[in-house]
């Protein structure tokens, strides 16, 4: 079956780090383009970060930048974002997503990750 | 703050049509494709449009997408029930090296 599976959410503290990963299977990972967007609870959508299919290409939306890393790994077919210095509006739903603008377009259900003392 | 601009909210009875407009500029919808996506409540967004006016395949042609300059637009005929959902538009911006959304659009089928 052809998804991707987000895992790694949770209750964080502020100033604290998180690890989120996301599984591919049944596809050619490392044929793709893959983004981090995410959705604070009740807000609309906003993306977080891209990387090309061998990760020597990597974007960021200006929020993140320095606090959080995006990286694959094309031999487990996975996808990483590292969270570090977490904030409260950095809670929302993430959701791990193939090819963003294309017709070949995958999302995850996504993760929920709380920054919260 | 997002850079793409869309009315909060639109409605229509079913059966008609409704129509989405996403504003923006010269650096995101002026110069790249423009993607549309919907989200119903609770799941995960789903690509609609992409390419301006490309729909992916198992997408009804009730939904078509069109741009003109830095605007673009999704419209809904034959409006059904099922449709009522929020609606996103994207492109990326080249002027910020970001992929960016539009504000949403929240559409009710009366």
């Known amino acids: 079956e052809v998804q991707l599976v987000e895992s790694g959410g949770g209750l964080v503290p502020p100033g604290g780090s998180l690890r989120l990963s996301c599984a591919a299977s049944?596809?050619?990972?490392?044929?793709?383009?893959m983004t981090w967007v995410r959705q604070a609870p009740g807000k609309g959508l906003e993306w977080v970060a891209n990387?090309?299919?061998?990760?020597?290409?990597?974007f960021y939306v200006d929020s993140v930048k320095g606090r959080f890393t995006i990286s694959r790994d094309n031999v487990k077919n996975s996808l990483y974002l590292q969270m570090t210095s977490l904030r409260a509006d950095d809670t929302a739903v993430y959701y791990c997503?193939?090819?963003?603008?294309?017709?070949?377009?995958?999302w995850g259900r996504g993760t929920l990750v709380s920054v919260s003392s | 703050q997002s850079v793409l601009t869309q009315s909060p909210s639109a409605s229509e009875t079913p059966g008609q049509r409704v129509t989405i407009s996403c504003s923006g500029g010269?650096?995101?919808?002026?110069?790249?494709?423009v993607n549309w996506y919907q989200q119903f409540p609770g799941t995960a967004p789903k690509l609609l449009i992409h390419?301006?006016?490309q729909r992916p395949s198992g997408v009804p042609d009730r939904f078509s997408g069109s741009k003109s300059g830095t605007s673009a637009s999704l419209a809904i005929s034959g409006l059904h029930s099922e449709d009522e959902a929020d609606y996103y538009c994207?492109?990326?911006?080249?002027?910020?090296?970001?992929?960016?959304f539009g504000t949403g659009t929240k559409v009710t089928v009366l």
């Open positions: 997503v193939r090819t963003i603008g294309g017709s070949s377009c995958l």
């Open positions: 049944g596809f050619t990972f490392n044929s793709h383009w």
């Open positions: 990387i090309n299919q061998n990760g020597s290409k990597i």
């Open positions: 010269t650096s995101n919808i002026g110069n790249n494709p």
């Open positions: 390419s301006n006016d």
């Open positions: 994207a492109a990326w911006d080249g002027g910020l090296n970001a992929y960016v």
